[in-house]
């Protein structure tokens, strides 16, 4: 009877919930509906499975917490449809697919890889918040993450580096004194272009002004994360980076290195909150030619703009960009046409399906290599 009362309270409660969530149904997003969702929950059968009150509350719990993540994932699709150049006005960050498989949508119906038939760019995804850190006298304060238990993004950043291209951000980091090469576990100080015998893996801030590179217990203790936490995060990044180089050595590319980022579901379950293997998250290269956005990087650090940001931010760390006060210059046509031939190409030759009319990438690659060189 007590395990009954209980159900009966949590079910108005539920109910009362997805009231005030029925406004998203019509964008079609929420698979089944949410009063779906509260139905299974809440049927006789799943009343029998889970006799005890305390798991009735928990399952009933989890209930609540899908149907508003998933009501938050039909908002952001209206948003989408809508959209204009000028980007969100709110942060929502998306987990691509579910249940471990990449979701793609094609005429308004979820299909695998496999099954698209062209180009799209509409996602199935699963939704969690973006909870700002506090800013207090120039600091961040992450204190809220200490009351935050689930569906959220981990504030990090964890990048994997398979080799030190020149660019790379330990350089610069080991010029300033603020990185001790010898803690990356080397035997000598590293050169740029050195492929290293086992991968590294680094850490940083995701939600400031500026990513900074953080100590693993650093990284700790901002997002609130436990011990085995992190080191679930250092297998699954290590795994990541194994699976991107077994499909890009194919194609003739170093993978140099690259970033991933990660939330925890309604359960505290730490979930892929990222795309991987794209030529945004990774760095590649061919023959000493940068294959990723790292192309656009090397033209703009030659403008007086790129080197106008850096100071700002060495001046004011949080809010840099109310001290710059040039643009940056567009890039050239030709740059720009070489640089979309790239993602294209990339794309074709890593699915090897032709999604698109490109010329094979080490083609475009060599373009670009004698465009960055005059």
């Avoid at 640089?339 to 080490?362: G, M, Q, V």
Wanted: glycine share 8%; proline share 5%; charged share 30%.
């Amino acid at each position: 009877m007590h395990a009954q009362a209980a159900l009966a309270h949590r079910r108005h409660r539920l109910g009362d919930r997805l009231a005030r969530l029925q406004a998203h149904r019509q964008t079609g997003l929420v698979a089944g509906g949410l009063q779906g969702v509260a139905d299974h929950l809440v049927d006789a059968a799943e009343v029998r499975r889970q006799p005890r009150r305390g798991r009735i509350e928990q399952a009933l719990e989890a209930a609540i917490d899908r149907a508003t993540a998933e009501a938050a994932a039909a908002a952001l699709g209206d948003r989408l449809r809508s959209w204009q150049p000028g980007g969100f006005e709110e942060p929502v960050v998306a987990v691509i697919g579910g249940e471990g498989s990449t979701a793609v949508v094609e005429d308004g119906r979820v299909v695998s890889l496999s099954e698209l038939r062209g180009p799209v760019n509409v996602l199935q995804f699963k939704a969690v918040r973006v909870v700002h850190p506090a800013t207090t006298g120039g600091r961040y304060d992450y204190s809220v993450y200490r009351h935050e238990k689930s569906c959220f993004l981990i504030p990090l950043e964890i990048i994997y580096r398979n080799s030190l291209p020149e660019g790379s951000s330990v350089f610069k980091r080991i010029k300033e004194g603020s990185l001790d090469w010898r803690k990356l576990g080397l035997s000598e100080e590293p050169k740029p272009g050195q492929i290293l015998d086992e991968p590294i893996l680094d850490i940083s801030t995701k939600l400031e002004a500026s990513d900074r590179y953080l100590t693993w217990e650093e990284g700790r203790e901002i997002a609130a994360l436990t011990e085995g936490e992190v080191e679930t995060l250092k297998r699954t990044v290590l795994a990541i980076n194994r699976l991107i180089t077994e499909k890009t050595v194919p194609l003739g590319l170093l993978h140099e290195d690259g970033k991933v980022e990660f939330g925890f579901d309604e359960q505290r379950k730490i979930m892929l909150v990222d795309a991987v293997g794209t030529l945004d998250e990774c760095r590649f290269s061919y023959r000493d030619i940068p294959v990723s956005k790292e192309i656009a990087r090397i033209y703009y650090r030659k403008s007086a703009w790129f080197q106008e940001t850096e100071e700002a931010k060495k001046k004011e760390p949080v809010n840099w960009k109310a001290h710059v006060s040039g643009k940056p210059e567009p890039m050239p046509g030709e740059l720009v046409e070489g640089i979309s031939l790239a993602y294209k190409a990339f794309t074709n030759e890593l699915t090897k399906k032709e999604w698109y009319p490109a010329p094979r990438l080490r083609d475009v690659l060599e373009k670009i290599r004698s465009y960055l060189a005059g």
